[in-house]
């Protein structure tokens, strides 16, 4: 009983920065999760992409966080503890049906090739590489915050 009730002394003690944080983590992935997982059957149902074609547009978002990586590290770094790059990934995050809706089904009717770019482009931009922003964002306000970073995660 002991050890159940200063986990919940010590939960109850974080501050509100912790909840914060780790709301932000949890929707980060579930948002990712959501759209990570149903893009393949949304291109292949809807467009009757190949394999192959759905395996390019995959392709063309892990460049894109590649080159992305740096870049946003760069920007968090200049940024310390500011939070522009963090809401800029949450505009994107929440902007990602209507994108998905209005910008790559046209593109994907023109042509497969440039709608799979586009897909590819924004998903690095906002999950792939948004993923390493907010982690390291999280990581130097924790400590800064005096919580361990892993408790944000968890």
Sequence with gaps: MDSNSSVLAKLRSMPREYWILSLAMYLFFVSWAGCYSLLAIWLQRFFSLSGSQTGFTYAVFSVTAFLLQPIYGLIQDKLVLRRNLIFYIGVLMAL?????????????RFNTVVGGIAVGIYMGLAYQAGVGALESYSERFSRRAGFEFGHVRM
Excluded: A, D, S, T
């Design 96 to 108: 990602c049906g209507p994108y998905y809706i209005f910008v790559c089904e046209p593109l994907l």
